[in-house]
């Protein structure tokens, strides 16, 4: 069953207001050119207070988006606005952030004493016993921080690899955002460039490459540090 929500949007001194389907919204803000408007209108009208179900007349939407046409309006709300997204949603979505979090740990972290996994259970219990707060971003974006709270806990270390990567001048500022999670030290080359050694977690390591390589179009060079 779809799940309806409010998108709003402020144009001047006016604001506006109308229901969308919550999940073809969210995914026509992410750009899936798929999900057609029809899809993710849920209302017949355009408001200045949705919840009094006061209209938007036709001038004040003319003079604000310089058109009346339905679909145009939306789309613009959708992409440029604010979508109240229910709570209900919410919880599904960090619920499913979560078993990320469980499951990335178990595949890569080890006890630090005995080198052992852990156990799903486990995991789960200490992230409740530590009150780790897990938000609903990307697991390499958080994964520092959950491991600085699991430790005062559980002795627990993740699997890494040391690489070295060297970034053309023309790369470095979009790049940069990229590796400081796993940086460990950096080199800025005469010519521009820069070259780092990274230490990442190797559950981690594929989806790295990928948006490294996204973003240098596959020019960045890599290399592998075998330690002792």
């Known amino acids: 069953m779809s799940k309806d ?14 229901r969308v389907n919550v999940e073809a919204a969210l995914k026509m803000r992410r750009g899936d050119s798929s999900v057609g408007i029809a899809n993710v209108i849920a209302d017949n009208f355009i408001y200045t207070n949705i919840v009094k179900g006061m209209r938007s007349g036709a001038d004040e939407l003319e003079n604000s988006f310089g058109t009346t ?3 145009a309006i939306v789309e613009r709300m959708v992409k440029k606005g604010d979508i109240e997204i229910p709570k209900e949603i ?11 979090v469980v499951d990335f740990l178990v595949r890569n972290a080890v006890d630090a004493r005995t080198g052992r996994p852990f156990t799903p259970d486990t995991i789960e219990s200490s992230l409740k016993q530590g009150g780790v707060k897990i938000e609903n971003v990307s697991v390499d ?10 430790r005062v806990i559980l002795p627990i270390k993740i699997e890494t690899k040391k690489i070295k990567v060297k970034i053309a001048p023309e790369h470095t500022g979009k790049v940069y955002g990229l590796i400081q999670e796993y940086k460990e030290k950096e080199d800025w080359m005469n010519d521009g460039s820069l070259e780092v050694i990274l230490n ?4 981690l390591q594929m989806e790295f490459y990928d948006k ?11 290399q592998e540090i075998k330690e002792n």
């Open 200 to 203: 990442i977690p190797v559950g």
């Open 141 to 150: 974006k958080q994964i520092s921080k959950i491991l600085d709270s699991l």
């Open 5 to 18: 929500a409010i998108v709003r949007l402020k144009v001047g001194k006016m604001q506006f207001e109308t």
């Open 212 to 222: 490294l390589n996204s973003i240098t179009h596959g020019s960045a060079l890599t």
């Open 90 to 100: 919410r919880d599904e979505a960090l619920e499913a952030r979560r078993k990320q």
């Open 69 to 71: 046409d339905m679909n």
